[in-house]
């Protein structure tokens, strides 16, 4: 009976150990080398963007000390689940995606829709708005943030053209897409040209 309760309880405990996960998605201009023992992260001065993946199997709080070309910086990670953080020089900002089927999507924009989606990108860019609840996220240089529980979920980074995903199991994908900053503000004047708000406010300035 004895060897029954404790073969029970080594079970329950692997079951523990093995489900306290820390997913991180690391983004960085540079190449960034991890150590996992010492939980620290260097980025080197190259160019271009990076993206790599890293995991930790503990039920502690992990803290990681980073260094990248925006300086040094401590980043917590608390709690199990699916991080992102930003070891770029430039804020990185993220959103939740619909990447699941095309069915019932809009094929044409008025001038309405987007004119409302440029104050809405106005806002990103200004940090309004802007909580995990609604699940967009806007990341300064040497930051994380926890976006899901769900670790197989999928991160689209900054720089790539994904506009669609297909579906796994008749399951629509939870999906996130991060942009630079830049890319956001380059998206608002795109906009601003199709409203002709640009030239409206050009007008007011003379």
């Known amino acids: 009976m004895k060897r029954i309760i404790f073969s029970v ?7 523990s150990c093995s489900t306290n996960i820390k997913k991180v998605l690391i983004l960085s201009r540079g190449k960034a080398t991890v150590d996992l023992e010492e939980k620290t992260i260097n980025v080197d ?6 993206e790599q993946t890293i995991e930790f199997n503990t039920a502690e709080k ?25 070891l770029k020089a430039d ?8 990447y699941g089927s095309v ?17 809405s990108l106005k806002q990103f860019v200004a940090n309004q708005n802007v909580s995990t609840a609604k ?15 769900n670790l ?3 991160v689209v980074g900054p720089y790539h053209q994904m506009t669609s995903l297909a579906k796994e199991e008749g399951k629509t994908p939870e999906v996130y897409r991060f942009y630079s900053i830049k890319e956001v503000r380059e998206k608002i004047e795109k906009a601003e ?3 002709g708000a640009k030239k409206a406010e050009e007008e007011k300035k003379k």
């Open 103 to 119: 069915e019932g999507r809009k094929t044409s924009f008025t001038q309405e829709d987007v004119k409302q989606q440029l104050d």
């Open 91 to 98: 804020t990185t900002l993220g959103s939740y995606q619909n």
């Open 9 to 15: 309880t080594c079970v329950i405990m692997l079951a």
């Open 45 to 50: 001065a190259s160019t271009g963007h990076e």
């Open 62 to 86: 992990v803290s990681l000390k980073v260094k990248s070309q925006a300086g040094e910086a401590t980043i917590e990670i608390p709690e199990n689940g699916f991080y992102v953080i930003n």
């Open 152 to 154: 197989d979920a999928f």
């Open 193 to 195: 040209a199709l409203t």
């Open 135 to 149: 699940r967009n996220f806007y990341l300064l240089p040497n930051t994380g943030v926890k976006i899901t529980d």
